[in-house]
């Protein structure tokens, strides 16, 4: 992953790269690298945060935009789940440990590979609270992203590059996050921003708390030198910035944002609450965060040249629900997130454009699954194997994930269909999904058996002899 990220730094390749994705409608998100990391963990015996349960996080990052460095502070409040643990594993990618202590006592503790491996004072009885606090440093060559020459920084993929924390997506904490910034910059973060303040030396210190527990890897924050606009969704309040884009242009870029929250807070049952924010960024290929999204500069100019290209600003948005507040409970079911924000994004602008906006989508994933079956790499939706993804992989959980989608809307008609969407995303928002909550939601609205439907197009591949999708 990291490969993918830097290769993805180049930014002529990169906006080529942009180009091509989107006009395939492969739409790409966050969870890209954080995957890596995480999915890495899970073949091994035990994940990291295995035997916890983190509760919150209070964290303070002083990066230093010109050395590209960081310094990190966080106290991690967690119950422990086994009787009489002691060692307890926390994701740390290649950050630096500098001390770790418990009640101001020092605690021992051995980082490996990316993690760091702490050691109570004494075994731990189950049900037990504690709060242990991490001091680290580190020069993350990703995860955070610095860009002196614009004077901007922000998160990218990988959280524990910059946050020592349990990066499992069934992992939900809240947070309190202060990061402290060069004078006169403007920065967003997740949830309420609590306070700005001066600091000595011209440095100023953003602090926000995320009230409602979210996995690490929607954790982030954006920084720069911000041009901004906005605008209200019901009960939304909404930011749109860009180093280079000015305030009118920006209107344009985000025009039918107010319209997209209010869609896809129909699609759920559940309204957007509180102040959603995107921001257009040096680079990146797309990453939905607790509240924020960032998108590059690069597709926020695409979407001026063509007003109609919104498909990565939908995908974005619709992760607000589908992937932030009902989350996969391990990358086996990153469908549940990825396969949902692309289909929940082609059914906006079938909204905003039409059937042939829609149809379009649907024709592109259904030309990707054939190409899947063809070459044999077709697999199941669920799939345990992410230790390393393949561009194939992420075909089948993103354009098989909402091209199946598609064929279970076309199954059981609008009514029903819609139905157990809002059923199922209202049932388990904020909270970890497994496919079987899915099919569940789906049966009770239909009143149907979808065991046969799941078995054959999301727990098994169908073979390139067999006839494809039965068009209905
Ligand atoms: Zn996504």
Redesign the pocket.
């Known amino acids: 992953m990291r490969d993918a990220v830097n290769q993805v730094g180049q930014s002529r390749a990169r906006s080529r790269l942009l180009r091509r994705t989107i006009a395939a409608g492969v739409?790409?998100?966050?969870?890209f690298a954080s995957l890596a990391a995480a999915t890495k963990a899970s073949s091994e015996v035990a994940r990291a945060g295995a035997d916890i349960d983190v509760l919150h996080y209070t964290a303070r990052i002083e990066p230093d935009l010109a050395a590209k460095s960081l310094r990190g502070h966080v106290a991690i409040r967690f119950i422990v789940r086994t009787q009489g643990a002691q060692r307890f594993d926390f994701d740390a990618g290649d950050l630096d440990i500098v001390a770790v202590s418990e009640d101001k006592k020092p605690l021992s503790f051995e980082k490996l590979d990316k993690r760091v491996s702490v050691r109570l004072a004494a075994p731990a009885a189950a049900g037990s609270r504690h709060e242990i606090e991490i001091a680290y440093r580190g020069a993350p060559r990703f995860g955070l992203e610095f860009h002196p020459d614009r004077s901007e920084l922000y998160t990218v993929f990988s959280t524990s590059q910059w946050l020592v924390c349990i990066d499992a997506p069934q992992e939900r904490a809240t947070l309190d996050l202060t990061v402290t910034l060069p004078e006169g910059l403007k920065a967003v973060g997740n949830g309420r921003l609590m306070s700005k303040s001066a600091l000595g030396g011209r440095r100023e210190a953003y602090r926000w708390r995320q009230d409602a527990a979210m996995p690490s890897y929607v954790y982030g924050f954006a920084a720069g030198r911000y041009n901004e606009a906005g605008g209200t969704s019901e009960n939304a309040a909404l930011r749109y910035l860009s180093s280079d884009l000015q305030a009118p242009q920006l209107r344009r870029v985000f025009a039918d944002t107010p319209d997209m929250m209010r869609f896809f807070g129909r699609r759920a049952g559940i309204r957007y609450n509180g102040t959603y924010s995107q921001v257009l960024v040096a680079k990146t290929i797309?990453q939905?965060l607790a509240g924020l999204s960032l998108m590059s500069e690069a597709y926020g100019r695409e979407v001026l040249d063509d007003p109609s290209a919104q498909a990565l600003i939908a995908?974005?948005a619709a992760?607000q629900w589908w992937?932030n507040y009902v989350t996969c409970r391990d990358w086996g079911h990153f469908w549940l997130?990825?396969g949902f924000?692309?289909f929940m994004a082609a059914a906006y602008l079938q909204h905003r454009f039409g059937d042939e906006a829609y149809r379009k989508q649907v024709d592109g994933w259904k030309r990707r699954l054939d190409k899947l079956r063809e070459s044999g790499k077709d697999h199941a939706l669920i799939y345990e194997h992410w230790t390393k993804p393949s561009a194939d992989d992420r075909a089948v959980v993103?354009q098989k994930g909402a091209y199946v989608l598609h064929l279970l809307r076309e199954e059981l008609g609008e009514r029903a269909f819609w139905g157990g969407i809002r059923a199922y995303t209202r049932a388990h928002y904020g909270h970890s999904v497994v496919t079987a909550d899915f099919r569940r939601a789906m049966e009770r609205a239909s009143g149907r058996d979808l065991r046969e439907f799941f078995a054959r197009w999301v727990e098994s591949a169908e073979v390139a002899a067999k006839p494809a999708a039965p068009a209905k």
């Open positions: 739409l790409a998100c966050a969870a797309g939905e995908h974005e992760h992937g997130n990825e924000a692309n993103y």
